[in-house]
């Protein structure tokens, strides 16, 4: 009737007798007899109990031994042994008490202040996990524990193992097909265990059953009200018992709030770091640093924030991205300066088509040439933001990944932040060139216009005109031709663009701007010049020219000429550029009226002295007849 385990075995290793409370475990009268007791320890258990065997057969008496018994249904007590040698008769009699619940509860709860000390210091989320894994394993006595976290591309990612055998390396990631503990768990959010892996589907079923493990139980970890990851503790041979999910369930707690607590704390960094850079691209723009510096600095900054691999500043020009500021590991690829075209399934691509930010997750199903020339460098993943300058779409601002993960989700409401500072340094900087523009065009015209005031030939006016145009249009060269009749004439030209000389004579005629002004009496540009005809479109194109804007210059009422600039690079002149050229075209018309009043001047002068000449011969003539 003793509630004590009371037993009596012989030396042989076999049990003679034992009273009733021997039901704790499970086995049946005849299991236990019929085999040795020492197969009923836990193996880790069984070195030591052999030694103590040995004590015995010496007729040393054993006091206070605990080992672990392995009842029937798998699950484990633990039990204090005192024993008392009968040499003469060749057995010993043994007293246990069962210690399994306070030795649980004071080993867990040891575990669990143990693990809570790292969190409440705020230990790396990996030590955390290591030190679970540990304890989790040595406290419910299994083979093997595992934590794993969830990703969104539905796969899950080892991040700590702990266990007698080789388990999966730490980094290895799975897919979350066919089934498992990790897939039941994600399905259902809740603890699940599995007994057998013997006809599982899957590459996760597939790795348990190569490492010999037939028994599984797994709990989520849950986070902030989503399941993060999963605890699974794993055993080859015993099955678990009911209460370990409730047990592996207080471990789990501590590692939510150890990941809750780094996730806040990374928050934190991250906000102030990038707090931090926003007022350092600020104080630049503030200071109306160069563009290439503002570029440059932004593009550092969000690469160190956002820890992708490379970043790139692009501008939309005419159908091509081109680059203007790079970070990174793709900068020698794709350096400052170069231009792809737009098009096709890319990131840049995208942007420029909705003026909205965009991403791409797969370059593999990527297309266009920008895409060609970064998945040829390994990009995996990009997200680019619009950078919106006065209501206009600017460019872009482009982050790339060369690794398999995807980029956070926030990612497009971080590169924003730059974006915005971006709109405002161009918008900064565009209004400074605007103003220095507007000096330089004021100089130009007051120069000319002195030059008119002074009454300085014809000629003078017009080389000044030609070379002060070509100086604030930046253009390739500028001439002033006049028409005559069908024909036109050059008067003037500056410039590297040798496809006018001075005096040359072309026939009007074709599509060209020359003739179009005439015709129109109005400013006209072509910005392609490959489609123009006639003597003088053909004349433009055999020296390159690829746009052309053209003024009429207006004399006393009448088309006189035209004054026109050409531009032998690919992106065309501003909108306003032929608005500008009116400006020179006016005094042109104020000029040549002078002249001509100068040249009517001198031959009525010219005509008197004549006449008066005239008459004093007649005079002379009168006299002497």
């Known amino acids: 009737m003793s509630p004590a385990l009371l037993a009596v075995a012989g030396f042989d290793g076999y049990l003679r007798r034992f009273n ?10 005849e299991e236990l007899l019929s085999r040795p007791w020492i197969e009923f320890a836990h193996p880790n258990d069984r070195e030591r109990m052999l030694e103590a065997a040995e004590s015995l057969g010496r007729g040393t008496a054993v006091v206070k031994l605990e080992n672990r018994v392995i009842c029937r249904d798998g699950s484990l007590r633990w039990v204090e042994w005192s024993t ?8 010993f009699y043994a007293a246990g008490r069962d210690v399994t619940e306070s030795r649980r509860a004071a080993e867990e709860q040891a575990a669990l202040r143990r693990v809570a000390t790292l969190v409440a210091r705020e230990a790396a989320p990996e030590a955390v996990f290591d030190a679970v894994v540990r304890e989790v394993g040595e406290v419910l006595g299994v083979d093997a524990t595992h934590v794993g976290r969830y990703e969104g591309d539905s796969t899950v990612v080892s991040v700590a193992h702990w266990g ?9 990631r799975f897919p979350l097909v066919g089934d498992s503990v990790s897939v039941r768990v994600l399905r259902s959010g809740s603890s ?3 007994d057998a892996y013997e006809d599982a589907p899957g590459v996760i079923a597939e790795t348990i059953r190569q490492m010999g493990i037939r028994f599984s139980v797994g709990v989520p970890i849950c986070v902030r009200g989503r399941t993060w990851g999963v605890m699974i503790a794993t055993s080859k041979d015993v099955p678990f018992p009911a209460e370990t999910e409730a047990r592996l369930q207080d471990f789990t707690e501590l590692v939510a709030t150890a990941i809750s607590n780094a996730s806040a704390h990374d928050e934190v960094r991250i906000l102030a770091d990038e707090q931090a850079a926003l007022r350092r691209v600020a104080t630049l723009v503030a200071k109306q640093a160069p563009q290439s510096e503002v570029f440059a600095t932004v593009a550092e900054e ?6 992708v691999d490379s970043v790139h500043m692009v501008r939309y020009e005419d159908g091509v991205a081109a680059v203007v500021a790079s970070w990174g590991t793709l900068t020698e690829a794709v350096p400052i300066g170069t231009r ?14 909705t003026g909205r930010a965009a991403r791409l997750d797969d370059y593999g199903d990527s297309s266009g040439p920008i895409a060609q020339r970064v998945a040829a460098e390994g990009v995996r993943s990009a997200v680019g933001t619009p950078i919106v300058v006065e209501g206009r779409l600017w460019g872009a601002m482009v982050a790339a990944s060369t690794h398999d993960e995807r980029l956070p989700a926030d990612t497009e409401l971080r590169i924003g932040q730059f974006t915005e500072l971006m709109a405002t340094a161009i918008a900064n900087a565009e209004a400074r060139a605007e103003v220095a523009r507007l000096a330089d065009e004021q100089a130009a015209l007051r120069r000319v216009a002195t030059l008119v005031a002074e009454g300085s030939s014809a000629a003078a006016v017009f080389d000044a005109v030609t070379r002060e145009v070509a100086a604030v249009l930046n253009a390739s060269a500028v001439s002033l031709a006049r028409y005559d009749d069908d024909m036109i004439t050059v008067v003037a030209q500056f410039g590297t663009a040798h496809h006018l000389r001075l005096g040359e004579r072309f026939a009007l005629g074709g599509t060209n701007v020359t003739t179009t002004v005439l015709l129109t009496e109005a400013t006209a540009r072509l910005d392609d010049v490959t489609t123009a005809t006639g003597p003088i479109g053909d004349a433009a194109r055999r020296a390159g020219v690829r746009s052309t804007v053209g003024t009429p210059v207006i004399v006393e009422g009448r088309t006189w000429g035209v004054l026109a600039a050409v531009w032998t690079d690919r992106e065309p002149p501003p909108d306003d550029t032929g608005q500008r050229m009116a400006g020179f075209a006016e005094l042109l018309d ?3 009226a002078n002249a001509d009043s100068r040249d009517q001047l001198t031959a009525s002068r010219a005509r008197l002295l004549a006449a008066g000449d005239d008459a004093r011969r007649r005079v002379v003539r009168n006299l002497h007849d």
């Open 192 to 194: 699940v265990r599995m």
């Open 84 to 91: 008392r040698v009968v040499p003469d008769e060749d057995l």
């Open 340 to 353: 792809v075209p737009l098009g096709g399934r890319n990131v840049t691509s995208v942007v420029f088509r």
């Open 590 to 592: 104020t000029a040549i």
């Open 164 to 172: 007698a055998h080789p388990g999966v390396d730490v980094g290895a």
């Open 302 to 307: 969000m690469g160190g924030l956002l820890a």
């Open 20 to 29: 009733p409370a021997f039901d704790v475990f499970g086995y049946t009268r």
